[in-house]
């Protein structure tokens, strides 16, 4: 049975006791498990239908208006009143808790859209009628899983270069440095904005173009824990042994660059919500009509008598960076070895 090293449980334990990280982390967690289920919470589909005896599920199948009974070979419009009468005269519709999608533009609001939040419309509608609650929750999943994309793919590459660096130091440390040092002196948003304005920007060509420029600041970090591991005993009695170097760099002296590599990772995480919502704002970010935090509160900005939409886009961003924010204080305490040998 696979178990925690005693190093490791002291740290879950420094990590535990910091009680604002640790409800964090699962205030976190429920918030982000929730938005993978997104389409069963906010969707223009039914989640199960029963009709004529048969189970039908839409939320996950294309179903024509023929397959249920109706007369046209299109996809089937469940808000359209004479087909939900129809499924509802021999059968049942089930719903998700909001009827409505990200992209759902609805046509029987009460009064011009913006609308305030009502009963049907938990947090308004934007300008474009739709819900703002389901444009949160779907936004909210596509902001964290682009950034912990981009974090995974920033730390690889981040510690690759910097333990090449670190570990053979010289000539390689030299040029590398110099090419750092021209590489993050690049105006990093505006080429964003003339790349993205040169392609038409999706999920991954925006994640492709932002990984060029993430991946750097993990490498300083990385590159002083090899520069310092290479020299130690253990390390150099290891190279007289025989040891190849990739065995030693991964088994004796990434281990403990990666102490160092995790406490920033939570950090990445935030600069990585904070620059695709930036880019989403100013427009040179996801495609039109994705589910998007920043185009909330450039809504928000272009509709001040619609205050729900900025309160909407400052409540969700507010409280995903600050949680992340606590739960990378917890992290950089429970890796200090300073707190571990104290407690």
Do not use: C
Not at 181 to 200: D, Q
Not at 308 to 331: D, P
């Amino acid at each position: 049975m696979w178990q925690l090293s005693p190093i490791n449980r002291r740290r879950l334990a420094t990590f535990r006791s910091n009680r604002r990280a640790w409800w964090s982390f699962w205030i976190f967690m429920v918030i982000f498990i929730l938005s993978l289920g997104a389409e069963l919470i906010a969707n223009d589909r039914p989640l199960l239908i029963r009709y004529q005896g048969s189970f039908y599920f839409p939320a996950f199948v294309d179903y024509t208006e023929a397959d249920l009974g109706g007369d046209f070979e299109t996809s089937a419009d469940y808000h359209d009143p004479w087909l939900r009468e129809h499924i509802e005269n021999d059968g049942w519709i089930l719903w998700p808790p909001v009827p409505y999608s990200y992209k759902t533009h609805i046509n029987n609001l009460p009064g011009p859209a913006p609308t305030p939040p009502s009963r049907d419309n938990w947090l308004g509608t934007d300008d474009q009628a739709r819900d703002v609650f389901a444009r949160v929750i779907y936004g909210f999943r596509i902001s964290v899983l682009f950034a912990l994309i981009l974090t995974f793919g920033s730390a690889v590459l981040g510690v690759l270069v910097g333990a090449i660096q670190g570990y053979y130091g010289g000539k390689v440390d030299l040029l590398g440095q110099r090419f750092l040092e021209i590489w993050s002196s690049l105006p990093v948003l505006f080429l964003l904005i003339i790349l993205a304005s040169i392609i038409t920007p999706n999920f991954w060509w925006l994640l492709g173009i932002m990984l060029l420029f993430s991946w750097t600041s993990l490498v300083d970090v990385v590159r002083a824990e090899f520069l310092r591991g290479r020299n130690l005993d253990y390390v150099r009695a290891a190279r007289a042994l025989g040891v190849s170097n990739g065995r030693i760099m991964l088994r004796h002296i990434l281990p403990n660059a990666m102490v160092a590599t995790l406490t920033f990772m939570p950090f990445l995480l935030t600069g990585a919500i904070s620059t695709l919502t930036s880019l989403d704002f100013l427009g040179f970010g996801l495609p039109p009509g994705s589910a998007s935090l920043g185009e909330l509160v450039s809504q928000g900005k272009n509709n001040l008598h619609a205050p729900w939409l900025a309160l909407s886009a400052f409540g969700v961003l507010s409280l995903m960076l600050t949680l992340l924010v606590f739960i990378g204080e917890g992290v950089r305490d429970a890796l200090d070895p300073r707190l571990i040998n104290k407690g």
